[in-house]
């Protein structure tokens, strides 16, 4: 049962995983200079973004099947550590210390809104 | 002096980012933009869910669930303008301003009832984000870059 559950679990985990490959995308693309502001949108980067959104929803209703949920706001702020991360590794974006502490104390308000 | 003043007058009527109050990395009009985005963001939950109250495909469903599906396409095309602005760590450590918009929605239209947890929470998480926000950053290279692009 616990098996099964924490197979579930995983199916959610990777849903937020590649959402946040996702967002990364998006960002890598907005750096970019375009010739035109449909091109912003209409590039394969950012439209194989917003399949991998829509391939996660249905990650997600799948996972749901099995996992109540109650577990969404353990799963769901796992973007919040996930995008940054991939962020700093991908983009080699700067991340002050200061930042690094706001996102601790936000993950903190987080789990005690849903404690 | 006066000759400065002129200058940062002209730069400020141009819109450029140069003289324009900050906040963190970015301009105070990027800024509500974000957030403007987020709100937007936050109110597609609000359209699910009053979707999910009525009868599959019937006309207020339909109505609701077409809303979800222009605030999601609207936020969409407002995020990347967005992302353009800021860096993404940025964006993300404003985004749970969103779970505090959901609560409001939450008590607003729902008249769902809130726990004291809730409202602590919400405290924490701005707080949070105020810190993570704040501190004087450099504009990044690439973010004086995109205003020649532009």
Redesign the interface.
């Known amino acids: 049962m616990f098996e099964g559950l924490g197979k579930y679990l995983a199916v959610w985990i990777v849903s937020v995983f590649i959402s946040s490959i996702a967002?990364?995308m998006?960002?890598l693309?907005?750096?970019k200079?375009h010739t035109s502001r449909l091109r912003?949108?209409l590039n394969p980067c950012?439209i194989s973004a917003?399949g991998i959104f829509f391939l996660s929803t249905f990650l997600t209703m799948y996972a749901l099947k099995y996992v109540p949920l109650t577990y969404s706001p353990i799963i769901e702020?796992l973007?919040?550590i996930f995008?940054?991360v991939i962020?700093?590794l991908v983009?080699k974006?700067?991340?002050?210390r200061?930042?690094?502490?706001?996102?601790?104390?936000?993950?903190?308000?987080?789990?005690?809104?849903?404690? | 002096m006066k000759g400065t003043e002129s200058l940062d007058a002209s730069a400020k009527k141009m819109g450029r980012g140069r003289t324009a109050r900050r906040i963190g990395e970015v301009t105070l009009g990027w800024f509500i933009a974000l957030h403007l985005s987020l709100i937007l963001n936050s109110s597609a939950g609000v359209f699910s869910k009053l979707a999910g109250r009525q009868p599959f495909l019937s006309v207020r469903w339909i109505v609701n669930y077409s809303l979800v599906l222009a605030v999601t396409f609207l936020f969409?095309?407002a995020?990347?303008?967005v992302?353009?602005h800021m860096?993404?760590?940025?964006a993300?450590?404003n985004?749970?301003v969103t779970?505090i918009w959901g609560l409001v929605w939450g008590v607003t239209v729902f008249r769902e009832t809130v726990t004291v947890?809730?409202i602590?929470?919400?405290?924490?998480?701005?707080?949070?984000?105020?810190?993570?926000?704040?501190?004087k950053?450099e504009p990044k290279e690439?973010a004086l870059k995109e205003h020649i692009?532009v």
Do not use: C
């Open positions: 967002q990364v998006l960002k693309e907005a750096n200079a912003e949108y950012v917003y702020p973007s919040y995008v940054p962020g700093v983009l974006e700067k991340v002050s200061r930042r690094i502490l706001g996102m601790g104390i936000m993950m903190l308000g987080i789990v005690v809104f849903s404690l | 969409a095309l995020w990347q303008q992302l353009k860096s993404l760590t940025f993300f450590t985004k749970p779970i947890k809730m602590l929470g919400s405290a924490i998480i701005l707080l949070g984000i105020m810190i993570g926000v704040s501190g950053e690439e692009d």
